[in-house]
């Protein structure tokens, strides 16, 4: 018996292990017309009863959102739809489930994910019912009907091109045809032709080639893009979707070769057909979060591909300082050394938000498996990245998705990805070809931790001779994650640079959202 089976045994939870006190409503699926010839029997069916009336309980799938997330495989869900009034074989995020539910007021909703082996519950394909708001206060019936189906919306301006490229080494690596996709913003009055700067973007956590939305929707961005005072840059909005969450742009013993892909597929063909030439001088890469590692990364993993990178709040760059995790010394990622819960999450003030355990937790539920390795959330990705494929040919786990236990026979294979052991192991010959090639900004009060790992990245190059590292490394006070970064600000960043200047940006931009970390 495989080890992911044995651990989907455990983790399944059943109605009898669930006493509160509540009541009980049972649930009357059905699907639309309208979507009925594309729906398939078999996947995940997630039924959420929410207590946040505010937005649609199938987004508030974190800790601390007052939903209940339900969940469940099914290979008999026909078209014809379902009754649900049975709770056992359910994994749930509460104390409770559909069976003996607390008194008051909630908004519920049905997903039903039939593309378990794609990235994530809300991709392309999947659908889902409208919010219902119900009260409860004894017995109650709810009709759901499952009438939307998730779709990648389409983008379309003037100044923009959608490329679809096809992969031969992702086809070979995967045995299926495969091909990924890049949005591309030009600058105002472009000439084919004419050489370009140009900007790759690499999104927040799974942000996809389509949230360059987000700028076109944006009158005062566009105003300025489409001003003289913008530099002409071409700007490629590269995009997160992988097999188990983010891509990461890296190459992955279980993802395949995305790194090699961008480097000898994606850019050659962008810039082929757009920028005029495909040298790497004025070749630019940048992002936040999961972007601000990738960029990073991409810096160092490839220096001569890259003229620059702008890394905002990446993630941790040292795994002695893995958010609060120690991966070479520590035995478990719930609970520290002292016993005490390792959060995952905190305010700019530092009271904790999230915990590990109750992360995870959530990470799990939205897993086929209920093993958070397959969630394609934030640490389904980190696995995929960092671990080597497990006995059951699926991403290794650090660890065990309920207790914690960490294995440990996976620390070495997490070393290649460490870019303090990176940077140690290589300075000789990598440091001549970084200088002048690093900015990092980093906030001192990040949300996830993140600031402590940068900060022994940063003292080991303040050591650095032969060359002495020249990085540009900020450390902003009381501030959070991503808080600092704007395309606006990035954008001159580069112009700066290839003035041969240097541009710090004063404050910060934003106010950060966690369901909008894919900028």
């Known amino acids: 018996m495989s080890k992911t089976l044995l651990l989907l045994l455990g983790l399944c939870v059943g109605a009898s292990g669930h006493t509160q006190k509540g009541h009980k409503i049972t649930f009357n699926l059905s699907v639309a017309d309208s979507i009925a010839s594309n729906h398939q029997s078999e996947g995940r069916l997630f039924l959420f009863i929410s ?9 508030l799938i974190y800790p601390g959102m007052q939903n209940n997330v339900m969940a469940r495989n099914f290979t008999d869900f026909s078209a014809e739809g379902m009754t649900i009034k049975k709770a056992a074989g359910w994994t749930v995020t509460e104390d409770w489930t559909f069976e003996n539910v607390p008194a008051g007021e909630y908004l519920v909703q049905a997903l039903w994910d039939q593309n378990l082996w794609q990235s994530g519950i809300r991709d392309d394909g999947n659908s889902y019912s409208k919010p219902v708001k119900v009260t409860i206060n004894g017995k109650k019936s709810v009709d759901l009907t499952l009438e939307n189906v ?72 566009m105003s300025w893009w489409t001003s003289e005072e913008a530099p002409e840059i071409i700007n490629v909005f ?19 070769p995305y790194g090699q892909s961008l480097i000898e597929e994606q850019i050659p063909f962008i810039e082929e057909m757009f920028r005029g030439t495909v040298t790497a001088e004025n070749r630019f890469v940048d992002g936040c979060s999961t972007g601000g590692y990738v960029s990073l990364g991409l810096q160092l993993f490839y220096p001569d591909e890259f003229a620059g990178c702008f890394s905002y709040s990446p993630d941790a760059v040292d795994f002695r300082n893995f ?7 520590d035995t478990n990622a719930f609970v520290s050394q002292h016993g005490y819960e390792i959060p995952m999450r905190r305010s700019v003030n530092g009271e904790p938000i999230w915990s590990m355990r109750e992360f995870i937790k959530y990470e799990n539920i939205q897993s086929p498996t209920n093993v ?29 998705p309920t207790t914690g236990s960490m294995d440990t026979t996976l620390r070495d294979s997490w070393r290649r990805f460490d870019y303090l052991d990176y940077a140690q192991k ?37 050591t650095t001779t032969s060359p002495k590292s020249d990085a540009e490394i900020e450390f902003l006070p009381y501030t959070g994650h991503c808080r600092q970064y704007s395309h606006k600000i990035v954008l001159k960043q580069i112009e700066e640079k290839m003035n041969g200047k240097y541009f710090r940006p004063s404050e910060p931009t934003f106010s950060f959202s966690i369901l909008a970390m894919n900028s």
């Open 51 to 59: 207590q946040n009336l505010q937005a649609p309980p199938m987004y």
């Open 426 to 462: 290589n300075w000789k010959e990598l440091g001549p070809k970084v200088e002048g090639k690093i900015f990092v900004s980093v906030s001192d009060m990040d949300d996830f931790y993140l600031s402590y790992a940068m900060r022994q990245f940063y003292e080991y190059l303040e």
């Open 238 to 256: 590269l995009d997160g979707y992988g097999p188990y969450g983010d891509c990461y742009q890296m190459d992955s013993e279980n993802s395949g």
């Open 323 to 329: 958010q609060l995790i120690n991966v070479y010394e």
């Open 150 to 221: 998730f779709k990648t919306p389409d983008v379309q301006h003037e100044l923009l091109e959608v490329i679809t490229i096809p992969s031969q080494l992702l086809s070979d690596f995967w045995k299926k045809p495969m091909e990924v996709k890049a949005s591309v913003l030009l600058p105002n009055n472009y000439e084919k032709g004419k050489m370009y700067p140009i900007r790759y973007h690499v999104a927040g956590y799974g942000g996809r080639y389509a949230r360059v939305a987000r700028l076109l929707n944006d009158e005062k961005f």
């Open 372 to 400: 958070y390795t397959q969630s394609s959330g934030q640490f389904s990705a980190f696995m995929a990245l960092y671990s080597p494929k497990g006995e059951d040919g699926l991403p290794a786990p650090l660890f065990h």
